[in-house]
């Protein structure tokens, strides 16, 4: 599975972001799909997963109520609409796969390059 993300940039604090991650490969639908991130100096987070069927989602309590994560099988993309967003939500924003289908756990073993998000004003 290969991932691409896109969506990333420099937005003021409060200001919103959404986050696409194109996947491609045979299969795709059986995996679950999350988006990890890592801020300067830091070690990389999770932040959310869907499963396949995007009925199970789970966040980073840093994150709950302001980010929402959804999958669109059929165009093969995750996205992240990022709300409210604050300073420390400044990294470089990494989708990721697992290949189960309701994986709950933070263990991904395939991963996009990543995309800029900058908080500031």
């Known amino acids: 599975v290969q991932l691409v993300e896109s969506g990333g940039g420099l937005v003021q604090p409060g200001g919103s972001l959404r986050l696409s991650c194109a996947a491609s490969?045979?299969?795709?639908?059986?995996?679950?799909s999350g988006w990890f991130r890592q801020a300067p100096g830091k070690g990389r987070e999770f932040v959310a997963s869907v499963t396949w069927s995007g009925l199970n989602t789970y966040y980073a309590d840093s994150v709950k109520g302001r980010f929402t994560i959804s999958r669109d099988s059929a165009k093969k993309t995750v996205y992240l609409q990022m709300n409210s967003l604050k300073s420390e939500d400044t990294a470089i924003y990494y989708c990721?796969?697992?290949?189960?289908?309701?994986?709950?756990?933070?263990?991904?073993?395939?991963w996009g390059r990543g995309t800029q998000v900058t908080v500031s004003s």
């Open positions: 990721a796969a697992h290949p189960a289908p309701n994986y709950s756990g933070i263990s991904f073993t395939n």
């Open positions: 490969g045979r299969a795709i639908e059986d995996y679950t």
